[in-house]
């Protein structure tokens, strides 16, 4: 009796994690769900037809590309800092891909796997110009709006603990909130990551008007995630971001991908799943990373339309440039 009901209780298990696999469930429905923010030019943000454009936009197209063959098969789900991580605990995203940084405490204590970094970024301050201030360490006294439910609110506390400079600090739930706030005159600065305020500037009535202070007083590695113990759809969401990188690396664009299935270069062959056994190894077919590249494009590509000179930020590729 012991044995059957140990049997039984194992059965019910593998049941229960066969139902619950991500790339099953992903196949069965369709599309992909993909958690993105509430807004933010240049990493996710929607146009009045509710066509979602941005870097973090694009890599969920890449996994879906990847998973489904199809980039355009995937549902949005916008989400506040506050909410985003039980989205993903709770199943209702199969991904994160939320300008979200990895920490440790996030990778090790939430239920969740960071899968790498899209985007390396470090936080900064915003100011209007008529303050003259030219340093963050000249924000004496000074009011700062921030996000809740974010790194930043520790940051900004550490940075000004450290210069000895007493503050206030204005919180929102919502970025658009920080940034009406900001810009109505409620407060001296606002503080994200400087991609953030990049793209939160041009958001302002006058963004002329307003500077970014040099200093970065945090690092910022931003990136995906999926739901911890989530092994096969995690190995598939890390090799999809490390094709946008290896594509970039090997030349391989969204525009010349036909030219170069021609190329004898072994490497150019396996990622295009000329040869080698990538894609069996990750429970997809052969030609997964070259849908990618085709459909969505490398992440010199993705940076460039999205961050880079090819978009209104014009944000220079700096540490997220290619290794070398």
């Not at 009045?48 to 941005?54: H, L």
């Not at 005159?185 to 500037?201: E, H």
């Not at 085709?294 to 700096?318: A, M």
Request: hydrophobic fraction near 35%; proline fraction near 2%.
């Amino acid at each position: 009796m012991k044995t059957r009901f140990t049997f039984s209780l194992l059965l019910a298990f593998w049941s229960l994690e066969c139902r619950a696999d991500t790339v099953d469930s992903i196949k069965q429905r369709g599309y992909l769900k993909c958690g993105v923010s509430q807004g933010l030019p240049g990493f996710s943000t929607a146009d009045k037809e509710g066509r979602w454009f941005g870097i973090d936009v694009d890599f969920c197209r890449a996994v879906a590309a990847a998973v489904l063959g199809d980039q355009s098969k995937v549902k949005y789900t916008p989400l506040s800092a506050k909410e985003r991580f039980t989205a993903l605990q709770s199943g209702e995203i199969d991904v994160l891909s939320r300008n979200t940084s990895y920490t440790l405490q996030r990778d090790a204590a939430m239920g969740i796997d960071f899968v790498g970094v899209v985007y390396y970024d470090g936080q900064g301050f915003m100011v209007h110009k008529k303050l003259g201030v030219t340093s963050a360490a000249q924000l004496i006294n000074a009011s700062i709006c921030i996000q809740l439910g974010t790194t930043t609110e520790l940051n900004v506390a550490d940075f000004f603990r450290s210069q000895k400079i007493k503050y206030k600090l204005i919180t929102f739930e919502k970025n658009d909130e920080v940034v009406a706030a900001y810009d109505s005159g409620r407060c001296d600065a606002v503080s994200t990551d400087q991609s953030g305020l990049y793209a939160d500037r041009t958001k302002l009535k006058h963004p002329l008007d307003n500077v970014i202070l040099p200093e970065k007083i945090s690092k910022e590695p931003l990136g995906p995630a999926v739901r911890h113990g989530d092994n096969r759809f995690g190995d598939i969401v890390r090799w999809t971001l490390y094709t946008l990188f290896e594509g970039e690396e090997l030349g391989v664009t969204s525009q010349n991908i036909k030219e170069m299935e021609a190329s004898t270069k072994p490497g150019i062959r396996r990622v295009l799943g000329l040869e080698g056994e990538a894609g069996k190894n990750l429970g997809l077919d052969a030609q997964f990373a070259k849908r990618i590249l085709e459909q969505v494009g490398n992440y010199g590509e993705i940076f460039d339309r999205n961050l880079g000179q090819g978009s209104p930020l014009k944000i220079e590729r700096g540490l997220n440039a290619l290794w070398n």
